[in-house]
């Protein structure tokens, strides 16, 4: 029958990417569009996930509607789009709009606005903006805000992209935009700009092919066959039953989203798939009338996106009750996913994939949806929705149905009340904790009398399958809205159905009963206020501000002051010297690099288990398969040992395994996707050993690494922290404080390129490290081959924050190793969920402290214990340690303090170097210490921070000067500039009308040392040749991984030479240019690198001396070959060693750090009591950076840092599967980075002008930036605890509030606000007695 059906099939498909046709037989249907599109040469689109939740893949699907004879474009994640379902598409990628010679403007303005900084999410960003302007050519600054719902970018904060696009806006510069006005700052608008830029004009884009329009080529079936591999793609719903009833176990594929992820991330082998995203049938949306009940009809495989334009026109003739219903699902499918996923998802594929989190399930639930499921041999049937779901992702589907449509009952009058609520971690593109749909249908009795006739709550998150709470239809029938007690009894009812076990699968079983609740009660007072009811104990503040929190628009100002640098190519705001090739595509990262001659992929076989013993490991099955080439074991390294510090890691473990995902060996095969199934079936037996995980852990079982380092400033006795009797004038207070570990969340996953050159054991290693003399001597180590053998080089990375400082070497090692045995190129790219699971994040931190303070806040003595989760390894560990130990004082004199150190030794990765090392975790202990503090001394915490500041030239614990200290002036600056006294009024008066929002208000200092805390890496090296041309090409040894050091050195080199920048070029780094340098971290690379640079153009610059003296109308050139014909050397090699470093450890003396980069920053926030959920009003922020080489890569340094910091203390949270001891958060899907909208909505960024620094000593009196400001994100985690604790007086709750831990997730805010509903939800561990 199958046969017959597709008698006049098509074998093959055909599409256009960009404007190449390509018409293939052999496709494998499980090829997704982007690996068709990496491997066919266009790598400008990215890896970044797989999962459909980065939007680094993004691009623009072109199609033409031959109903309303238009083009259709959509922004897709080409990583879960299958290259099959593309036939008679055209595909556009980053490169098909522009190049750096012609660059789109969209590239244009946003490599000019510094809206790139690694450049490895840019791609991904302009093609999402590209789709938006291809839709809506005139888009508002609100549909810019909302376009980028789908990407993320850790380097930038996002506001300088923002900020670029909305320069296209249709509104930009409006006269009410105050942001315009701005005169001696950069204002967010750009007006400035503006006529610079050719506006878009999408005529000048590239044509959909007309071959593509014509109506002579008929619609045809597919049938796509490789291997067993099937694709059937049918024309209408006659063919896809009968195809289904041939194959009734083939997928159906509608935006393949969710089958993407099943694939990609899980694993999951599907062999026939039978496409209907292309079938017209299950797409439309139609209101019907059956026995005077009106419904909406909506057709089983319309994408989401087309369901909100379709509802959007329902909506504009419909009457409000039917509104209602409309705006339910309007409001949850504006949460939904982001907009690539929204263009493809369909409804039939959220519904019948069953997740208890899926947000349209409760709408359809509470609202008595019908399913019209359909098979070839019995035609349709019905099932209510109520019905359709068996169990955790099961239903009543049958392995021949399909389903078809889905009919939702409308509103029937007006006293029909329906509502949608969703919380998530964050709210862009996150799926739900909870979610629920309430109906209520009321009759009215008489004026102010309206009494239930049935409600209908449904709720997504709380239960295996979404639930309808049925038992509550007719509970209440006849009982009147607005009555008090009602309310209660419906609050207990529903906590009777909404029950879970304190270690229920998902975690957050208390908060997620109290979401139950809350929105219930949200529910109850909106209906309330649109009845109108009057109820006389109804407090007027029960219905203010009880929507979600609605963001504006963004803004804000970047103010350096006047440009005044009288030093040639520095002190300038020009962008990132790769900014145009980043833009568009161009610019290549380690996996971009082409596919090598005989090359090899390697995939890694990692423990299933947190510890233990190997007993044995068969990799038999795996190396029968057919290209499959090896499986690389510890047997295969000569010295299987590595370590930052200590060489205590093995680099595949040979015995045992310390932490779930250990690598245990590596299968090498002729492409990833053979040895990513390879790699499953090679079998690892086990025996289990205790597993120890946290830090509190580790102090029950005294698991810490032989590491105690303590520091004591001032005399320490017994009665230190004991007050006298009678002494009312001090007290000694204790606490401890939980800070949270970070994901890097890079962009660009770690991997390398290792290529053998079949001659004395020489390879070439392509890396993503930060530290390439690292990896050069890990891999020579490893692999017993000298050092001069082994080169490593680095073009650019995909963002780096720390993660891939010391990570790397095993990664290149293991691939060398790989690359010496077979004598073939091997490709070794950590997928997103690997990367995640084995490198380690930031050091999760416990602070312990016992402080003594006067009555008036003044501190007299600290003791205080850190400790740091720092996994299995020692990793870089201790010096992590170290500097948290010299940055708890933050900028606070302690007349007394004895601070400890020691590291916890636990079965997770090895934790690792992230942007401030320590610093920030240090710092956060005292500030959290000085909230708790000051709520027990009930004091302004402002007021003690000011009182206990440093001042000029006192001494800090670990003896380092305080010099060039502006901190209370910057203080003072930004208390008047962020009108911080002003904000305090009207928060207090925002928070006394409020009493479902709160607001608060933080300031927070930072001081940040510059230097390594360990001696020997304070040097630095630099390679430069000017050649014949006079081009220079300069080599250093830092790494460029988006911060712009390239950029600056080049500006250092042109300054010293006193040429333009456009003469000199960096290549790469390489450890044959450059030799034995530190890793690029610790902020000081520009410091160290601008004087090597500057000591090489020194050096050249005297040697062209005579012949620029010669010839003073000459250029570079002129003087460059004259010199040559001269036989001088036109190369130098520059060196730098920091002086005045002397710290001692042991004896606390001599100087520890070069300086100190300070900044200070005010937010302020809004808290959703009923959820948990923020927005960021306004941050302002205060930086010394002293004068800087590059303010636009200095501002784009602190924003970014600024939003990483926030995010490390607000929404990033980490955690680990109870069950197994494994990494949960292994990808975007449950790990959340700030997105576009959880920047502060007013951003203003000051730079501390004209000071004189009379102690700095670097480039010019430039300070270092990429780590400082991190910790200034904290001053948001501040104003949150603010809120929280406004929230929890108006409760009544007068308790101070203490171990209001890091990450304050929305879970944490909700909960911490201790109302009424908190209390009713809680769920108690059970105690379990022995
Ligand atoms: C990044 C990301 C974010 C997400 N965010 C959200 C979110 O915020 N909220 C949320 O609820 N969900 C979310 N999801 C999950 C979401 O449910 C699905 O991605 C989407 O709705 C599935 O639709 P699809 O057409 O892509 O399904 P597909 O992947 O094509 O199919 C999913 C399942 O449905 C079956 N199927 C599809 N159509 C039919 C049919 N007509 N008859 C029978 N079976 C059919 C398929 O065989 C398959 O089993 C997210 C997913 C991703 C990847
Ligand atoms: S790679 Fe596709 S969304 Fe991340
Ligand atoms: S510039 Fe966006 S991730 Fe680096």
């Excluded at 082998?269 to 139609?286: A, G, H, P, R």
């Excluded at 989190?357 to 019905?382: C, F, K, W, Y």
Aim: proline fraction near 4%; charge should be neutral.
């Amino acid at each position: 029958m199958v046969n017959a059906l597709f008698e006049n099939s098509s074998q093959s498909i055909e599409f256009f990417v960009n404007s190449d046709y390509k018409e293939t037989k052999n496709v494998d249907p499980r090829t997704t569009l982007l690996t068709y599109l990496r491997e066919n040469g266009y790598t400008g689109t990215k890896y970044g996930c797989g999962e459909g939740g980065c939007g680094a893949c993004t691009v623009v699907i072109a199609e033409y509607d031959r109903n309303r004879k238009m083009i259709n474009y959509r922004s897709a994640n080409s990583c879960l789009l299958p290259v099959c379902s593309l036939n008679r598409k055209q595909i556009i990628t980053i490169e098909g709009i522009g190049n750096p010679e012609n660059p789109n403007p969209i590239q244009k303005k946003f490599a000019e606005g510094n809206a790139s900084q690694c450049g490895f999410c840019t791609p991904g960003i302009v093609m999402s903006f590209y789709a938006l302007l291809k839709l809506n050519p005139n888009p508002t600054k609100h549909d810019i805000e909302e376009s980028f719902d789908g990407n993320l970018c850790r380097c930038t904060g996002y506001r300088p992209i923002l900020e670029s696009a909305k320069s296209f806006a249709s509104d930009c510069c409006s006269s009410t935009d105050s942001s315009c006005s701005s005169s001696s700052s950069k204002s967010s608008c750009n007006s400035a700009f503006l006529n610079e830029y050719k506006p878009y004009d999408p005529s000048l884009d590239r044509p959909f092919p007309s071959k593509f329009m014509s109506h002579d080529s008929q619609e045809i079936p597919l049938f796509l066959k490789q291997d067993n591999y099937l694709w059937i793609e049918p024309t209408n719903l006659g063919e896809l039953l009968k195809a289904k009833a041939a194959f009734p176990n083939a997928k159906i594929v509608g935006g393949n989203t969710e089958i993407g992820v099943e694939m990609n991330i899980r694993s999951f082998d599907y062999t026939v798939f039978i496409n209907i995203s292309n079938m017209k049938e299950t797409k439309s949306v139609e209101v019907s009338e059956i026995d005077g009940k009106k419904s909406v009809e909506i057709g089983a495989n319309i994408t989401l996106s087309s369901l909100i334009e379709s509802l959007k026109i329902l909506k504009i003739n419909s009457p409000t009750h039917h509104n209602r219903l409309y705006d339910a699902l309007l409001s949850n499918l504006k949460w939904f996913a982001s907009r690539q996923i929204r263009n493809f998802a369909t409804l039939a594929g959220n519904i019948v994939t069953g997740s208890p989190i899926s947000d349209l399930s409760p709408i359809l639930m509470a609202n008595n949806a019908v399913l019209t499921v359909m098979n070839e041999s019995q035609g349709h049937r019905q099932i209510p929705i109520r019905s359709f779901f068996k169990g955790y992702r099961s239903n009543d589907l049958k392995s021949d149905e399909i389903l078809f449509k889905i009919s939702i009952e409308l509103p029937s009058n007006e006293l029909t009340f329906v509502k949608a609520y969703k919380q998530a971690k964050r709210k862009d593109d996150d799926i739900a904790i909870t979610n629920a749909c309430i109906r209520v249908s009321l009759d009215k009795k008489q004026e102010n009398n309206f009494v239930i006739n049935e409600l209908n709550i449904s709720y997504g998150g709380v239960a295996p399958t979404t639930i309808y709470l049925g038992k509550l239809e007719t509970k209440f029938k006849d009982s009147k809205w607005g009555d008090e007690q009602l309310f209660d009894n419906i609050l207990d009812s529903v906590l009777e159905e909404v029950k879970f076990a304190y270690s229920v699968p998902g975690g957050m079983p208390t908060y997620r009963r109290c979401l139950s609740v809350s929105f219930f009660t949200r529910f109850w007072y909106q209906v309330i206020k649109e009845l109108g009811i009057r109820e006389k104990d109804l407090d007027p503040k029960d219905l203010e501000n009880l929507e979600e929190i609605e963001r504006e628009i963004t803004r804000g100002t970047q103010d350096i002051g006047l440009l005044n640098s009288d030093e040639h190519a520095l002190g300038t705001t020009n962008p990132h010297l790769s900014a145009l090739k980043q833009v568009t595509g161009v610019a290549r990262y380690v996996d971009d690099i082409p596919k090598q001659n005989g090359e090899l992929c390697g995939v890694l076989v990692m423990s299933t288990k947190a510890h233990a013993r190997i007993k044995s490991v068969d990799a038999s099955k795996a190396l029968s398969l057919d290209g499959v080439y090896d499986f690389i074991t510890y047997n295969d390294l000569r010295h299987n040992k590595c370590g930052a510090i200590v060489k205590d890691e093995e680099i595949l473990a040979s015995n045992e395994v310390f932490f779930a995902g250990q690598p245990i060996g590596l299968i090498v095969a002729e492409s990833k996707k053979l040895a990513k199934k390879a790699a499953l079936l090679v079998k690892v037996d086990y025996e289990p050993l205790e597993e120890i995980i946290t830090i509190e852990d580790a102090l029950k079982k005294n698991s810490f690494f032989s590491f105690n380092r303590e520091i004591k400033k001032g005399d320490f006795d017994e009665k230190t922290f004991v007050i006298d009797e009678g002494n009312r004038n001090e007290f000694v207070f204790e606490g401890s404080c939980h800070i949270g570990g970070q994901e890097h969340f890079y962009l660009e996953t770690q991997g390398c390129l290792v290529v053998p050159k079949n001659e004395d054991n020489e390879l070439e290693i392509f890396s993503s490290t930060q530290n390439p003399s690292e990896v050069q001597k890990e891999v020579s180590t490893a692999l017993g081959i000298p050092m001069n053998r082994v080169i490593c080089k680095v073009k650019r990375l995909g963002g780096g924050f720390g993660g891939k400082e010391t990570r790397g070497g095993s990664i290149a090692a293991i691939a060398s190793a790989a690359a010496l045995k077979l004598q073939k190129p091997i490709r070794f790219i950590l997928d997103r969920d690997v990367d995640m699971l084995i490198t380690g994040t930031r050091h999760p931190f416990l602070g312990k402290y016992k402080i003594r303070v006067t009555k008036d806040g003044y501190f007299k003595a600290l003791y205080l214990e850190i400790y740091n989760n720092a996994g299995y390894s020692l990793d870089l560990s201790s010096s992590v340690c170290e500097r948290a130990l010299t940055h708890c004082d933050n900028v606070y004199n302690f007349p007394k303090i004895h601070v400890k150190g020691r590291l916890a030794k636990t079965n997770i990765a090895s934790n690792t170097a992230f942007r401030g090392f320590g610093g920030p975790q240090g710092m956060m202990i005292t500030e959290m210490m000085i909230s708790e503090i000051s709520e027990k001394l009930a004091m302004d915490p402002n007021e003690i921070r000011q009182k206990n500041f440093y001042k000029e030239n006192d001494i800090t614990h670990f003896n380092m000067p305080i010099e060039d200290w502006f901190i209370p002036e910057m203080w003072n600056t930004l208390m008047e500039n962020s009108q911080y006294i002003k904000q305090k009024e009207e928060i207090n008066l925002f928070n006394a009308k409020n009493r479902w929002k709160k607001r608060g208000l933080a300031i927070v200092p930072s001081k940040f040392g510059l230097s390594f805390t360990t001696r020997f890496l304070n040097k630095a090296g630099a390679l430069v040749h000017i050649y014949t041309d006079g081009t220079i090409l300069l080599s250093h040894g830092g790494v460029e991984m988006g911060q712009g050091l390239h950029t600056k050195m080049i500006q250092i080199a042109a300054n010293t030479l006193q040429i333009p920048i456009d003469e000199i070029y960096i290549a790469e780094t390489a450890t044959d240019k450059v030799p034995n340098t530190s890793p690029t971290a610790a902020s000081v690379s520009s410091d160290m690198y601008g004087m090597a640079v500057m000591d090489a153009c020194q050096q050249l610059s005297e040697r062209i001396k005579p012949y620029r003296e010669k010839n003073p109308n000459g250029n570079i050139g002129d003087w460059a070959l004259a010199a040559y014909f001269d036989r001088v050397n036109l190369s130098a090699d520059g060196y730098y060693q920091t002086p005045d470093l002397s710290y001692d450890w042991e004896t606390n003396t001599g100087r520890l750090y070069f300086y100190f980069t300070n900044g200070v920053a005010v937010s302020s926030v809004e808290l959703d009591l009923l959820t948990g959920d923020h927005t960021i009003l306004r941050s302002d922020i205060i930086m010394d950076i002293g004068k800087s080489i590059n303010y636009s890569i200095d501002i784009g340094q602190i924003e970014g840092a600024f939003i990483q910091g926030v995010g490390w203390c607000t929404i990033e949270e980490l955690l680990v599967q109870t069950n197994n001891n494994t990494a949960f958060t292994r990808g975007p899907g449950n790990y959340k980075i700030p997105g576009f909208r959880d920047i502060p909505v007013e951003f203003n960024v000051k730079i501390l002008r004209d000071k004189v620094y009379k102690h700095l000593k670097t480039v010019k009196s430039s300070k270092g930036i990429g780590e400082p400001p991190l910790f200034l994100g904290a001053s948001v985690f501040f104003a949150l605890r603010d809120a929280v604790v406004a929230a929890r007086r108006s409760n009544g709750v007068n308790s101070p509030l203490v171990q209001f831990p890091s990450p304050c997730t929305a879970e944490i805010l909700r909960l911490a606000c201790e109302d009424s509903l908190v209390k009713k939800s809680q769920v108690e561990p059970k105690v379990i007695l022995m």
